[in-house]
């Protein structure tokens, strides 16, 4: 634990002006940002007696082990610059939402050709346009359903889309009148586009207008004795207005509007925002997070405020932002709204009227969620604190281990073998810490030797960080390779020489290393960290077939309990581990199998090799293709393409497989000669015989090796 005398800057050093400050710990990692409108007496705050700063504080202070701060122009500048640095940083110390639910959309892919409407969930992508969230698929379906027989945009995906255009035929909404059948041309792009801005339109809430329009056109063919028209279109009005009712109408304005809410207690808080549209309630989402600083409730908007709308532009941002309490700085959060709406936003707290019991409805939603969050995890964390107890008190550990990592290896008969690191925290995955490896020292099947090189790269990188940092000199290492040798050996990108406090691979150490195996794994584990002369991580392993617990040196296992919740954690991690490696070994043998010659194309990526594909039709008219032909392909330069003449040269068969009885060479299905490999005598003899008389012109195991 820091003392934060030790670097609490000297007296007049800190400016008095607007900044955004950041708090390091030993590691040169970014624990803490902030922001102030004078950095000179909130830093300072920072350095009072330790009894008078709140436990988070407190916590965070004497955690740290530096503190820097960057002078800006403006508050709004100041504001900006903490939310970019929160995200780069993720500080551990500093309130981060998270979801309580994964939210459906409605969406409108308006980037493609041919808009497509389905329903999204997760980040938002470039050239959709986004409605909601809302509490259920089904009803976004439902909804969706009822306008499709006004609006009959498509709802395909790209392979069924596709189908129906090779075919010529239609799906079945495309017959039904719900899908204006764009496939098959019934309609231009630019007529499908049309209807697709209509449909965005309603959804955004101008309904009052077509609606109108819509029932003057319907009187208008009643008028003149078009009833089946008029029919059509009193059924379109009433389906349009079904979908209406769907979403409440809460003000008679018009109103453009998010309510924010926001329940709290001591240790945590949940926020619920409801998107009004049109006066409509359009979506609704929360998020609960740890009060893990000193923050109120205004502090709390304030973060909220900064993750809803951090990434948003437009008409995401709305006219006017409902809160339960102002930001410290709401002048300069206002501003920050209004420029990333491009127009004023109004951010206050409502008085009176429909806005204020809207509000209560919000913040009930708000408390319901925070106590059934509660709920649910006050049951994992009791489980989860037990379960890492019976761990430290199995393995005989001074403390609990609160971050466990598991190796385990894959391979397929000796092929691809590969490796996994899986990243446990405070018993909840970690899949952000996750790393995969490929083994390089060695070919074959070795899962003990395999073992050993992995553990070996994992702590020898972490070293270099030490090192790096200056906690750590070669000297007090063990006998193992220089560090410098772990760049050429491991299959992660090195990490950043500069000390910028982001997130660096293999930077944290674990208190704990489970191995899937038994004694053997487990001394090849020991063994690795003995020559790098790391003694401060415990090593265990858990074997699959008791589920047996190994220790180094130990001759007999630890047997947990079958109820002890210690082993429901360490097979959990040990599965996750083999769920992970068994994934990227596929993926491998999947690449493998389907490499073709530009694959040994040093520098050229998926999308130039589709490129050049589609340019020449296959790979045998791209080997005769001069080099200047190679460059009329969009992307390729005149180095690319010598580089793939020359690949595909030193590629390209010695000599043509020839049928012996027809003289006709053979060729595979892109039209490419075969080689002719020295056949064996039976197989000399099949290829004597004549046509019709059991020939096989390319034997199918042979073509897949070639």
């Known amino acids: 634990m820091a003392d934060p005398s030790s670097y609490r800057p000297k007296p007049g050093q800190i400016p008095d002006s607007p900044g955004v400050y950041k708090f390091r710990d030993e590691h040169r990692r970014v624990i803490y940002v902030g922001k102030a409108k004078s950095l000179r007496p909130r830093l300072s705050s920072y350095f009072q007696d330790l009894a008078n700063l709140h436990p988070r504080t407190r916590t965070m202070v004497t955690t740290a082990a530096s503190v820097e701060w960057t002078v800006v122009s403006t508050e709004v500048e100041a504001l900006q610059l903490e939310y970019s640095w929160i995200k780069e940083y993720d500080p551990r110390f500093n309130v981060k ?3 309580d639910k994964s939210y459906p959309s409605l969406a409108v892919t308006l980037g493609e050709e041919f808009p497509r ?8 992508k470039k050239g959709v346009r986004y409605f909601g969230p809302y509490g259920h698929a089904w009803a976004i379906r439902e909804t969706v359903d009822l306008m499709l027989r006004v609006f009959p945009v498509r709802t395909c995906s790209a392979g069924v889309f596709k189908n129906a255009a090779r075919t010529g035929r239609p799906c079945l909404l495309g017959y039904i009148g719900k899908c204006s059948a764009p496939c098959v041309g019934r309609v231009t792009p630019e007529e499908h586009r049309e209807l697709a801005d209509e449909f965005c339109d309603f959804m955004a809430g101008r309904t009052g207008a077509y609606l109108r329009r819509l029932e003057e056109q319907m009187h208008e063919a009643a008028e003149e004795m078009e009833y089946e028209k008029a029919g059509r279109l009193r059924d379109d009005i009433e389906a349009l207005r079904r979908a209406l009712e769907k979403n409440a109408v809460v003000f008679n304005d018009a109103t453009d509007a998010d309510l924010i809410a926001v329940a709290e207690d001591e240790l945590e808080a949940a926020v619920q925002i409801f998107h009004v549209r049109g006066g409509r309630v359009r979506g609704q989402r929360g998020w609960v ?19 809803l709308y951090g990434e948003e532009k437009g008409d995401a941002v709305p006219k006017e932002v409902l809160v339960p309490a102002l930001p410290e ?8 709204l209004a420029e990333r709406r491009g127009s004023n936003v109004s951010l206050r707290i409502p008085q009176r009227g429909d806005k204020k019991d809207l509000m209560a409805t919000v913040r009930r939603n708000a408390q319901q969620t925070l106590v059934l969050h509660k709920t649910k995890r006050a049951s994992d964390l009791t489980t989860r604190s037990r379960a890492l107890e019976e761990i430290a008190e199995a393995l005989g550990l001074d403390s609990a281990p609160l971050r466990i990592e598991c190796f385990d290896i894959s391979h397929l008969q000796g092929d691809d073998v590969v490796a996994s690191m899986v990243v446990f925290e405070d018993g909840l ?9 490929q083994i390089k020292t060695f070919e074959g099947q070795d899962d003990v030797r395999s073992m050993h090189e992995v ?5 020898r990188r972490y070293l270099q960080e030490k090192e790096r940092t200056g906690e750590w000199t070669q000297a007090e290492g063990g006998t193992g390779v220089p560090l410098d040798a772990a760049a050429e050996m491991s299959h992660e ?11 660096k691979r293999f930077a944290y150490p674990p208190q704990l290393v489970v191995v899937d195996g038994g004694q053997p794994q487990v001394a090849a584990a020991r063994r690795a960290l003995d020559e790098l002369g790391i003694d401060d991580v415990a090593i265990c392993g858990l074997a699959k077939r008791l589920e047996e617990v190994w220790l180094p040196g130990e001759d007999d296992p630890v047997v947990l309990p079958r109820s002890s919740e210690g082993l429901y954690l360490l097979q959990r991690v040990r599965d996750t581990a ?10 491998k043998r999947a690449k493998r199998f389907k490499a073709g010659p530009l694959d040994a194309v040093p520098g050229l990526g998926d999308t130039r090799k589709q490129a050049l594909i589609k340019h020449f039709g296959s790979v045998k008219k791209l080997r005769s293709a001069t080099i200047e032909q190679i460059c009329e392909v969009p992307g390729v330069g005149r180095k690319t393409a010598e580089t793939v003449a020359v690949v595909l040269a030193q590629a390209a068969p010695a000599a043509p497989a020839v049928n012996m009885a027809t003289g006709e060479i053979i060729e595979d299905d892109e039209g490419v000669a075969q080689t002719a490999p020295a056949a064996s005598p039976p197989e000399r003899e099949q290829q004597e015989r004549p046509p019709g008389q059991g020939q096989q012109e390319c034997p199918p195991e042979r073509e897949q090796q070639e």
């Open 493 to 503: 990108v090195a990490a950043d020489a500069e000390d910028d406090g982001r997130p």
């Open 578 to 587: 083999h769920d992970f490696a068994i994934r990227y070994q596929r993926t």
């Open 289 to 307: 997070t740890d009060k893990v600083e000193a923050v109120d409730t205004a502090g709390l908007v304030e973060h909220a405020l900064q993750q």
């Open 329 to 336: 700085d709401a002048p300069a959060v206002s501003q920050w």
């Open 429 to 437: 995955p970690r899949k952000s810490e996750y790393r995969r490896f």
């Open 97 to 99: 939402y998270r979801d």
């Open 117 to 124: 409407v389905q329903v999204m969930r997760g980040p938002k």
């Open 455 to 459: 553990l070996t790269r994992r702590f």
